[in-house]
């Protein structure tokens, strides 16, 4: 049973940083593709970040610079440093694990950001 399960999200002021975690358990964490998206209200899930297998990332362009997304393969964990957050940044973050055979999504965290 593939479980993936997101901490992290709260609520900081524009300027801020947080950090986000992902624990997918159930796959072989190592030989997947790790992702973050986020959907604000009334808009599409769009991607934050990814990280393959081998360690190539990905950014989404309004995020470019200001987040990190990073994996420890011992501990089937990836990360999404946010820094310089605004409030923009505001929605619900969802972590995707890509296995050759299905995508499975987490239950997402909040990431709300005042200004």
């Known amino acids: 049973q593939v479980q993936v399960i997101e901490s992290g999200g709260g609520s900081v002021q524009a300027g801020g940083s947080l950090r986000l975690s992902c624990t997918a358990s159930g796959i072989f964490f190592s030989a997947n593709e790790m992702g973050w998206y986020r959907q604000a209200p009334g808009k599409q899930r769009d991607l934050v970040a990814s990280?393959?297998?081998?360690?190539?990332?990905n950014y989404g362009d309004s995020v470019k610079g200001r987040f990190t997304v990073s994996r420890d393969n011992a501990k089937n964990t990836v990360y999404l440093q946010m820094n310089s957050l605004k409030p923009e940044d505001t929605a619900v973050y969802y972590c995707?694990?890509?296995?050759?055979?299905?995508?499975?999504w987490g239950q997402g965290t909040q990431v709300t950001v005042s200004s």
């Open positions: 990280t393959t297998s081998g360690g190539t990332t």
């Open positions: 995707r694990a890509v296995t050759p055979y299905s995508a499975y």
